[in-house]
């Protein structure tokens, strides 16, 4: 699992835990990823105003396509109120993303899931499963720092 932020129109990685169980799949801790690549990044960007929108994407570089395919997903993250997408990087990898907003509802940072199916082992949980304990640590942590519970 991994915190991430925008840094410079990428998607940097602030904060990063290993699975307890014996493999791992994880991003590196200061890694800085190609927006238009990550879960993470629809999922900062979903909530842009316009103004902020058109300013990250003049900072990304990326493929026209990844661009395209980028913008026309952030409605769909914003109706779903997160992001599930295969990974851009790794074939088998579902990335599960959700927000973590500041006091103002503003979101400030995504906390993502590169999912696998486990087949065995000490955490065997489905994406579903996965992705609404996500969804509650991400709630529950915009709630510490003054989110209201209905900003979802």
Do not use: Y
Not at 47 to 68: E, F, I, K, V, Y
Not at 99 to 124: C, E, H, Q, Y
């Amino acid at each position: 699992m991994h915190l991430a932020i925008l840094h410079s129109g990428k998607v940097l990685v602030i904060a990063q835990v290993d699975c307890q169980d014996n493999n791992i799949t994880s991003v590196r801790l200061g890694a800085q990823i190609p927006l238009f690549d990550t879960a993470s990044g629809r999922v900062l960007a979903a909530w842009m105003d316009g103004r902020a929108l058109a300013s990250l994407l003049d900072l990304a570089d990326g493929p026209d396509n990844r661009r395209t395919e980028f913008i026309d997903g952030l409605a769909d993250v914003r109706e779903k109120g997160n992001c599930g997408n295969a990974s851009l990087t790794i074939e088998g990898v579902q990335n599960i993303s959700a927000p973590i907003r500041d006091f103002s509802g503003k979101v400030i940072a995504a906390l993502t899931i590169p999912f696998i199916k486990r087949l065995s082992g000490t955490s065997i949980k489905s994406a579903d499963e996965c992705r609404e304990a996500l969804l509650e640590v991400c709630r529950s942590i915009s709630r510490q720092l003054g989110a209201s519970v209905h900003s979802d």
